[in-house]
């Protein structure tokens, strides 16, 4: 079997981040409670060995006890959500990735220009609630093409289309002509919304799936980017299955497949990628291919909420780094493993 792995595939920076956000707090509090509002980042794994650890996830600020200790996830919060949290006199540290925040500042600029706002996303992600949120009476969600009719538009000329970080680039195309079409004068963004780690990861599987049998994407199935991995392979005529972990893997997934692709959602452990690879050389043999499709180099630093907080513990954050290396894990993993790759260099530019 040839084992083609996609690089980038896995951890963007927001989702880092986020992680290290609620591993910094528990090593700072030390068994003091710590409460998430929503999944810090959509994935079973993450999400249970942070509830192993003893954090608390909650979909309801009512949920947690006044005086305590929040962390909002990385797919941000409406501001109703921040003054409920302000309500209860709860200390927030604000996870949400920076690339969200983006598209919250845009929406609050243009509703404040009195203008109106379509955002193209899916209605109940949780993302798509915390931006519709920051101004509601100005925001309309567009979900496919077929809702562009039901649309309520005072001036065409005072409108423009935002969109949800995660969606399929192609979907999202789709849409936003279809809105062009209807209202010629739309507004696009003043940067592009869709994030670097959305388009990194669904470029390089459109790239690399066309010549495989079978695409296996790791991630959670409420994981909106692993989803449209998926969908993204499956639209280039490939096979492909989302699998949380190697646990659900199928001997029929796999059969008479000569080459698979081997990707993960953003918010996908390196680890759990790591043991679906040695399960598919263990059982099936053959080589293993890295493909660079494109170099990332996007970092976030700890939010200055978090910052914040640390001080009032006396502790420094600049000695705090987050560290990036997936791609170097996953090396000497195969190294320790004594299983041979080699790395095939298709990077097409040098983008986030
Ligand atoms: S997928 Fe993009 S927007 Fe979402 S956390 Fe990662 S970098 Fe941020």
Redo the contacts with the bound molecule.
Sequence with gaps: MRLILANPRGF????YMAIDVVDQLLDILEGEPIYVYHEIVHNLHVVNRFKNLGVTFVEDIADVPENSIIVFS?HGVSPAVREAAAGRNLTTIDAT?P??TKVHAEAIRYAKRGWQILLVGHHDHQEIIGTRGEAPDSIQVVDSVDSIASLNVDDPAKLIYLTQ??LSMDDASTIIDALKKEFPGINSPPSEDI?Y??TNRQRAVRVLAPECDVVLVVGSRNSS?SLRLTEIAEATGTTAFLIDDVEELSAAMVKNAESVLVTAG?SAPEDLVQSLILRLIQDHGGVIEQHDIFHESVEFGLPGTLKKFMRTRDIDPEGRRITMDDMASTNRFLDDHGIPYSVVDLTVSAAG
């Design positions: 963007c920076a927001g989702v990385a990735c690339l969200v970080t995660t994030c780690a959305t980017n953003a």
